[in-house]
């Protein structure tokens, strides 16, 4: 049975029209992680909600860890559950 790569969902609200940020963060995220990511969804939602995950796990959401997250803490995120041996240079330097 082939191993199947992580999926990124990120859910953001349409009524705060947040689609361009979530856009942002999975393009930068698709682009950090070529090979050890299989997906980077979109969830339409409302409410204000603003929640990443890495297959079920919530790395980041927005009321719980106050606003938004900037990108390079994102990817440390996501890098600790896809690839935890995985240096992300310059990003790992700064925090």
Known sequence: MAHTKPRVTIEYCTQCRWLLRAGWMAQELLSSFTDELGEVA???????VFRVCVDAEQVWERKADGGFPEIA???QRVRNI?????D???I????
Do not use: M, N, T, Y
Request: overall charge positive; proline content about 9%.
């Open 82 to 86: 896809v690839a935890p041996q995985r």
């Open 88 to 90: 992300l240079g310059h």
């Open 42 to 48: 979109l969830i339409p939602s409302s409410g204000g």
């Open 92 to 95: 790992d330097d700064k925090h």
């Open 73 to 75: 803490v994102l990817k």
